[in-house]
């Protein structure tokens, strides 16, 4: 299976700040379409996860403009330009390249400082 | 308003089973494949199962082959999981999770997700 690695895995940032999550998968996430199926997932404390950009760099509907997603190949991004309190939570990775054999990241913490 | 409700969840001895079931609502459910993800409490996301929208092609996890079957009822818009042979390992949220659309040029993955049940496996 392809394994995505997450880093950091706690990230501690002052309100209004910017926030930087990197993704690496163990193999190329190009997929023979044209596309390049990597995910961006959301999870607030207490809630389900919720998909914030496909596609690497595609936000969902409603996500704000400070999300923005970036990478190829092997080597992903998620940034917050400037994070909010309702920014809190964790942040996962997942390919669905490889699909049905979809992977996540370990996930990211993210917290206030 | 796509809608997935997952329920069946509970609490059960190891060695035995449950069956998961999620209905969906909000959008042609057979033409989506669907997924069941689950957390044990405290850690990341797992995929356990998928199954295409028309029920031909499953797949699972390593972690669960030969103990978990998903199935799905598309004249009940209505997914299942079910599980047998359960271990305290299994224990966690099962997410139900509408799986993937796929027109000529692209795909959709993992857009929309349930609040999930909980099974919790103990003696």
């Known amino acids: 299976d392809v394994v995505m690695t997450q880093s950091p895995l706690s990230l501690s940032v002052i309100l209004g700040q910017p926030a930087s999550i990197s993704c690496r998968s163990s193999?190329?996430?190009?997929?023979?379409?044209?596309?390049?199926?990597l995910n961006w997932f959301q999870q607030r404390p207490g809630q389900s996860p919720r998909r914030l950009i496909y596609?690497?760099?595609n936000r969902e509907s409603g996500v704000p403009d400070r999300f923005s997603g970036s990478g190829s190949g092997t080597d992903f991004t998620l940034k917050i330009s400037r994070v909010e309190a309702e920014d809190v939570g964790v942040y996962y990775c997942?390919?669905?390249?490889?699909?049905?054999?979809?992977?996540f990241g370990q996930g990211t913490k993210v917290e206030i400082k | 308003e796509v809608q997935l409700l997952e329920s069946g969840g509970g609490l059960i001895q190891p060695g035995g089973s449950l069956r998961l079931s999620c209905a969906a609502s909000?959008?042609?459910?057979?033409?989506?494949?669907m997924t069941w993800v689950r957390q044990a409490p405290g850690k990341g996301l797992e995929l356990v199962s998928t199954?295409?929208?028309?029920?031909?092609?499953?797949y699972h996890a390593d972690s669960v082959k030969g103990r978990f079957t998903v199935s799905r009822d598309n004249s009940k818009n209505t997914m299942y999981l079910q599980m047998s042979s359960l271990r305290v390992e299994d224990t966690a949220v099962y997410y139900c999770?509408?799986?993937?659309?796929?027109?000529?040029?692209?795909?959709?993955?993992?857009?929309?997700w349930g609040q999930g049940t909980t099974v919790t496996v103990s003696s």
């Open positions: 999770v509408k799986g993937r659309y796929c027109s000529r040029t692209s795909c959709s993955l993992m857009d929309v």
């Open positions: 909000g959008f042609t459910f057979d033409m989506y494949a």
């Open positions: 199954i295409s929208d028309s029920g031909g092609t499953t």
């Open positions: 193999q190329s996430l190009g997929h023979s379409d044209g596309n390049t199926y």
């Open positions: 596609k690497v760099s």
């Open positions: 997942m390919q669905g390249t490889h699909w049905p054999r979809a992977t």
